[in-house]
């Protein structure tokens, strides 16, 4: 593997990426909305939901999911010449800021239904990133909500996902999720003043979920975790235990923040 080859796939990666956002702007996006009714969750499993599964993106338009495959194919490449093969090395540990994990990540790509959004969605248009703490083992996820079409407020201008991370092999993150706060702008159709309401919301632990899994057909409680694909200084890419695909860029890559702003 040569530094060269990666560059160059990146690069690639880049094209498609933006080639793609292209294409969706010219023939829509997968429709994506609150919960199960609103394509957000599987009906069955309850988890996100993989938009590129039974050719969702070819539904929108062939070259849409031609665009898809594209940026498939290229991280399948990646994969291939990723420099950092001990992904975790360091995680949760007081030399965790020398993993290449830790900092901040911004979201280029997906196929998570919950990390997409849309100005058409009554969730409305939003920025994903994330936030790795590789010393004190956590990852907050964060989802900023842009101001509405006519410019007011949105209902929730900001989500923060708190999750306990932990390194299970060279390449996997196990996640357990702890906690929500959403910060509330607006509260019976009214805005509210300055930085508006913070709300927390706790998240269903091990007991709970057993015991709801207990009474549903499926057996086995979902874990969450992460496999990393390729990382660098200044490109991500892993996969979770639903298959979904993330791409996410350092802030400081000019280059693929630029893609990832459009």
Known sequence: M??????????????????????????????????????????????????????GFYKISKDVGEAADKIFSIVEELGRVNPNPEATKHFGTDQGKDCKLHGRWCLLFTTAADATFSTKSKRGDARASNEVDAVAGKVMNIIEFSPRPDGSKPAVSKLQVRLRAMA???????????????????LFGFELPGRGLPL???????????????????????????????????????????????????????????????
């Open 168 to 186: 299970l092999s060279p390449t996997r993150v196990g996640l357990q999720f702890k906690y929500v706060k959403a910060s509330l702008q607006r």
């Open 2 to 55: 040569t530094s060269l080859e990666a560059n160059n796939l990146k690069r690639e990666l880049l094209d498609a990426v933006a080639k793609f956002k292209e294409l969706q702007d010219r023939d829509g996006k997968v429709s994506v909305d609150f919960g199960v009714r609103g394509g957000e969750l599987d009906s069955k499993s309850r988890a996100p939901r993989n938009l590129a599964e039974d050719g």
């Open 200 to 262: 927390w919301f706790p998240v269903p632990g091990p007991t709970l979920t057993r015991l709801l899994f207990f009474f549903r057909k499926v057996k086995d409680v979902p874990k969450a975790f992460f496999d990393v694909i390729y990382l660098d200084d200044q490109l991500r890419i892993h996969r979770t235990g639903e298959g979904n695909l993330f791409v996410q860029v350092r802030p400081d890559w000019k280059e693929g923040m630029a893609i990832t702003m459009r």
